[in-house]
């Protein structure tokens, strides 16, 4: 009887710790919306910024990391780094 006791208390537990996790989440989750919603920092000047607002984001398939869904935006990208060697921060 004991055993049963033990395990309908942690099993208690394990649901409480469970539901307070769940509940502190949605917070956490607002907080990093809002975080990556906000313009990147500039820490070294214009170069950083013709960086960030040049280069276009490159997508990979899931599990596929030799061939990329838009090939388009790696070709403009390697392009713009070829044209700006000078750019460094």
Same mark, same amino acid.
């Given at each position: 009887?004991?055993?049963?006791?033990?395990?309908?208390?942690?099993? &208690?537990?394990?649901?409480?710790?469970?539901?307070?996790?769940? &509940?502190?989440?949605?917070?956490?989750?607002?907080?990093?919306?809002?975080?990556?919603?906000?313009?990147?920092? !500039?820490? /070294?000047? &214009?170069?950083?910024? &013709?960086? /960030?607002?040049?280069?276009?984001?490159?997508?990979?398939?899931?599990?596929? /990391?030799?061939?990329?869904?838009?090939?388009? !935006?790696?070709?403009?990208?390697?392009?713009?780094?070829?044209?700006?060697?000078?750019?460094?921060?």
């Amino acid at each position: 009887m004991k055993p049963l006791r033990g395990f309908a208390f942690f099993f &208690a537990l394990l649901i409480t710790v469970l539901n307070m996790r769940a &509940a502190s989440s949605s917070s956490d989750d607002a907080f990093w919306v809002t975080f990556w919603q906000q313009p990147r920092t !500039a820490f /070294y000047g &214009a170069d950083e910024n &013709a960086f /960030y607002q040049n280069l276009k984001e490159v997508m990979f398939a899931r599990n596929e /990391y030799d061939r990329c869904v838009n090939p388009k !935006a790696l070709d403009d990208d390697a392009q713009w780094l070829k044209e700006h060697p000078n750019v460094l921060f």
